[in-house]
């Protein structure tokens, strides 16, 4: 066996950096927004990187890594490409999860929950705010798509440059999803791996919340 290997039997690393004893309030958007606002606070590395996780046509789960970039009373918000293979996905089922990991904090938040396409002036918005470059890109990749060469895609960015040499609008096909939690567990390492998990369920009209063992 190969040591490097060994290293990974080594369960000596113990979590200490914080616990959940008196919890978060009555909802769960609240303390999401402030455990992203701590990670962004301790200079996290991608802080606001997260993985969403879909439901493939073939029946198996694919996750991605993509930015949250609003927060708002309903959910989180993430943009991409409506007809990437997660927004083929989600229009085919909108049940999504959103595992989040803050390994400088010793946090992962686990979220369950319906996604659906922002408003299009929401979309129109955070599109007008990226860089001219970022929004040729939009038009540019047929994102998921088998692509022939590299050539094929930069022919397309050179089209769409000279298309739009100063202002790009946005693709219909790209924008924002609302992501509405419906199950959110919060995990904070403890020691001896006695964790703490901490969820949140929607019921009617509020939240269950409860412990897990870790
Ligand atoms: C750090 C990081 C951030 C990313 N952010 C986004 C994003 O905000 N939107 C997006 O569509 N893809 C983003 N990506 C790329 C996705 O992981 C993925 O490759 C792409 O969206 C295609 O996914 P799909 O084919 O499963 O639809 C990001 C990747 C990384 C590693």
Redesign the pocket.
């Known amino acids: 066996m190969n040591e490097y290997l060994e290293l990974l039997k080594n369960d000596h690393h113990q979590f200490d950096q914080g616990k959940l004893e008196d919890f978060l309030g009555v909802e769960p958007m609240e303390p999401i927004a402030l455990w992203l606002k701590e990670a962004i606070e301790k200079n996290v590395h991608?802080p606001n990187?997260i993985s969403v996780s879909?439901f493939g046509e073939d029946g198996f789960p694919?996750s991605?890594?993509?930015?949250?970039?609003d927060l708002m009373e309903a959910g989180l918000v993430?943009?991409?490409?409506y007809l990437?293979?997660?927004?083929?996905?989600i229009e085919r089922n909108p049940n999504v999860h959103i595992l989040i990991f803050w390994p400088e904090l010793e946090r992962q938040i686990s979220i369950k929950g319906h996604a659906e396409k922002v408003p299009s002036e929401m979309s129109d918005a955070y599109f007008e705010s990226r860089p001219w470059g970022s929004k040729i890109g939009a038009w540019a990749s047929h994102?998921?798509e088998t692509l022939d060469s590299r050539k094929e895609l930069e022919d397309r960015v050179h089209e769409y440059a000279e298309k739009f040499p100063d202002d790009v609008p946005r693709p219909d096909h790209w924008g924002g999803y609302l992501v509405r939690p419906v199950e959110v567990e919060f995990w904070q390492g403890r020691k001896s791996r006695l964790h703490d998990r901490i969820v949140y369920r929607k019921s009617e009209s509020s939240w269950e919340i409860f412990r897990r063992n870790p």
């Open positions: 991608e990187a879909t694919i991605r890594i993509v930015y949250v970039k993430f943009y991409t490409n990437s293979a997660k927004g083929k996905a994102q998921s």
